[in-house]
């Protein structure tokens, strides 16, 4: 079993449309979670951190669900900026980043 | 943020020939900074973990002897690409983390193409 699983999409929504991701991960010893935004030939950018919880920032939603194995992304009202690849990653303190493979998200007009 | 700057953005490269990527971080000291590596329309992979003044931990299938990593400095990790074949073209990125924490900070990123 792979330590991250993540749907790739791609997701083709709207603008305005809502839009969720998840990923789920095999080690119950991760301690920090994280989504990130890439875009193409670009470095991922830190979108928010992910907390039991929950937490918000403006459109973007983070769930994480401990005991099943989880962290889920929520954007509301999707803008044309919001196409990208998200990218859920986890470690623990000192060690590297694990990533999902990334999902895909494009918004349209 | 912590600012890590990672050298050069993109090179093109002869096969058989070497190339070297340079991470730093500049406005904090990094004791370890990470490689990955990105092919197209997958996700990042670790490739070695780059402690400073020690031996990199490499995961498993990263030869160690093709991807030199040297972390001389508590700001300088650099990765060596040693006889660079087609195949190795890809995306190679660095992080750091800053005194110990879980966040990650990431270079911009170096395009190798080799042909």
């Known amino acids: 079993r792979k330590e991250v699983e993540q749907d790739p999409g791609p997701f083709n929504v709207p603008e305005g449309a809502t839009v969720a991701f998840n990923c789920t991960y095999s080690?119950?010893?991760?301690?920090?979670f994280f989504w990130y935004r890439q875009d193409c030939r670009k470095e991922p950018k830190l979108l928010m951190s992910?907390?039991?919880s929950g937490n918000e920032d403006g459109r973007f939603t983070a769930q994480l669900n401990r005991a099943s194995q989880y962290i889920s992304l929520l954007i509301r009202d999707s803008k044309l900026s919001d196409s990208a690849t998200y990218l859920c990653?986890?470690?623990?303190?000192?060690?590297?980043?694990?990533f999902g493979k990334g999902t895909t998200l494009s918004v349209s007009s | 943020g912590a600012v890590v700057s990672q050298h050069p953005s993109w090179v093109i490269c002869k096969s058989g020939t070497s190339v070297k990527i340079e991470c730093r971080s500049l406005d904090f000291q990094a004791t370890t900074m990470f490689w990955y590596r990105q092919f197209p329309k997958q996700s990042l992979m670790l490739m070695a973990t780059?402690?400073?003044?020690?031996?990199?931990?490499?995961e498993q299938g990263v030869e160690k002897d093709k991807f030199l990593i040297n972390h001389a400095s508590l700001t300088l990790s650099t990765l060596t690409v040693t006889s660079a074949h087609p195949e190795d073209s890809s995306f190679y990125i660095c992080?750091?983390?800053?005194?110990?924490?879980?966040?990650?900070?990431f270079g911009q990123g170096t395009r190798l193409t080799v042909v």
């Open positions: 992080s750091a983390t800053q005194g110990g924490g879980t966040e990650a900070f």
């Open positions: 992910v907390y039991s």
């Open positions: 990653a986890l470690n623990q303190a000192g060690t590297a980043l694990i």
């Open positions: 780059s402690n400073e003044g020690s031996k990199a931990t490499y």
């Open positions: 080690n119950s010893a991760s301690q920090s």
